[in-house]
Nanobody, 127 residues
Framework: QVQLVESGGGLVQAGGSLRLSCAAS????????LGWFRQGPGKEREFVAS????????NYADSVKGRFTISRDNAKSTVYLQMNSLRPEDTAVYYC????????????????????WGQGTQVTVSS
């Protein structure tokens, strides 16, 4: 079983930056593909970014490409989402997720493909 806890959310002005962290318990975390999703007010949850177990294969939603960076530190059992040039439309609750697939060589973009989820952290971008 893997437990995920997000942190780093908050209120930021448009154009600003935030760095989200997701810390995991469980020895197998370092073997799993990971992802970040978000759910804005009145919207469905959507894919943001994913990373494979080794950290050398990443994918991004078109809406965040070039602004957000996903990374992981397997020694610390933590995945990060660096968010730059934030926009009001980035306002959402951000969730990290892990897929129960050892040594998954790629990331995944559909929420049904993930097995473990954190509780989420709120990001609010003011204009």
């Amino acid at each position: 079983q893997v437990q995920l806890v997000e942190s780093g959310g908050g209120l930021v002005q448009a154009g600003g930056s935030l760095r989200l962290s997701c810390a995991a318990s469980g020895r197998t975390f370092s073997m799993y593909p990971l992802g970040w999703f978000r759910q804005g007010p009145g919207k469905e949850r959507e894919f943001v970014a994913s990373i494979n177990w080794a950290g050398d294969n990443t994918n991004y939603a078109d809406s965040v490409k070039g602004r957000f960076t996903i990374s992981r530190d397997n020694a610390k059992s933590t995945v990060y989402l660096q968010m730059n040039s934030l926009r009001p439309e980035d306002t959402a609750v951000y969730y990290c997720a892990a897929r129960n697939q050892r040594f998954g060589s790629r990331g995944y973009s559909k929420d049904l493909e993930y097995d473990y989820w954190g509780q989420g952290t709120q990001v609010t971008v003011s204009s």
